[in-house]
């Protein structure tokens, strides 16, 4: 196992998770492994071979196009896995499902469908919700000027994902999850320092980490500012529809500047900028006690070995 996390320290610490229902994915450059508590209280720990498609065609592995590669990667291995982590909390259909081969072909199917409608509709929101409502919210204020207009709107964006946050950590069944993230957070803290991958050692680690997927929305609002700052006021319909076609640079961007904050953590200017989305983690990490320091540790171990 020691073998294992230092050869993963040799690349760049390219490991990242997720929490999910009752449980911790783990990515690292060669697995994608889910560690869930079942109800009677043993961990169900599940791995998949997955190799980064930046790795399998190295013409995508440049700057601004693979930070849209690894999102488009991220949104469906996230999904997949949260997917996972819900059919394990239903064992009654699970035994079901173990006892008529057929209908575990329908549900794959149905499955592999669910998966890309999720996708597609979150990615409608996402879109609907923190690009184009700003835009019909700021249009309101009759701002003529291109400058002022985007810098406005921005906010805006900013205000409505911060409100949406607040709304979500205000449900009580998302508190468990939040704690699973914090647990993601200090298991990977305890990689990155070399130590023992055991409770004892994660639990003095912080909860916020500068590669969390907080971070980059937050940082995905700024470039956005920055990118629309030079565009003029929208005025129709197809105006609004053209500031869709930046998504991906925005999206690539954004990448290029969370890889730095993961590298350069230390530089007091990358610090600085850093700061505010590991504020805003205050929010989407609460501290875990040791079971789920477990699971996360069960899942980072196991997307980190190389037996089965």
Not at 56 to 62: A, E
Request: net charge positive.
């Amino acid at each position: 196992m020691k073998e294992e996390i230092e050869r993963s320290l040799t690349k760049d610490m390219q490991v990242g998770g997720q929490a999910v229902i009752e449980g911790v994915m783990m990515r690292s450059p060669e697995y994608v492994s889910v560690a869930v508590r079942k109800a009677n209280g043993e961990i169900l720990v599940k791995r998949d071979p997955y190799v980064s498609l930046l790795k399998r065609y190295k013409f995508l592995n440049i700057p601004i196009v693979r930070g849209v590669v690894v999102l488009i990667e991220t949104l469906y291995i996230g999904i997949k896995t949260l997917t996972f982590s819900a059919d394990v909390a239903i064992q009654e259909e699970d035994e079901e499902v173990v006892a008529n081969p057929k209908k575990e072909k329908k549900r794959e199917i149905f499955t592999t469908l669910w998966l890309i409608l999720t996708v597609f509709l979150g990615v409608a929101l996402a879109l609907l919700l923190f690009f184009y409502l700003p835009l019909i919210l700021t249009g309101f204020l009759k701002i003529q000027q291109g400058f002022l207009f985007t810098l406005i709107e921005g906010l805006i964006r900013i205000t409505i994902f911060f409100i949406y946050l607040w709304l979500i950590t205000q449900w009580k069944s998302m508190r468990r999850i939040f704690e699973y993230h914090g647990a993601e957070h200090k298991s990977i803290f305890t990689l990155e320092a070399g130590e023992e991958l055991i409770p004892e050692n994660a639990r003095k680690y912080s909860t916020h980490h500068p590669r969390c997927g907080t971070n980059f929305l937050l940082i995905v609002m700024i470039v956005s500012i920055a990118v629309f700052i030079f565009f003029p006021r929208p005025y129709t319909l197809m105006d609004r529809l053209i500031r869709f076609l930046f998504v991906p640079l925005i999206a690539g961007i954004s990448y290029e500047l969370i890889k730095i904050c993961g590298k350069k953590r230390n530089n007091k200017l990358v610090r600085a900028l850093a700061a505010p989305g590991l504020w805003l983690q205050r929010l989407t990490t609460k501290e875990p006690d040791d079971e789920q320091l477990q699971v996360a540790i069960a899942a980072l171990k196991s997307s980190l070995s190389k037996e089965n």
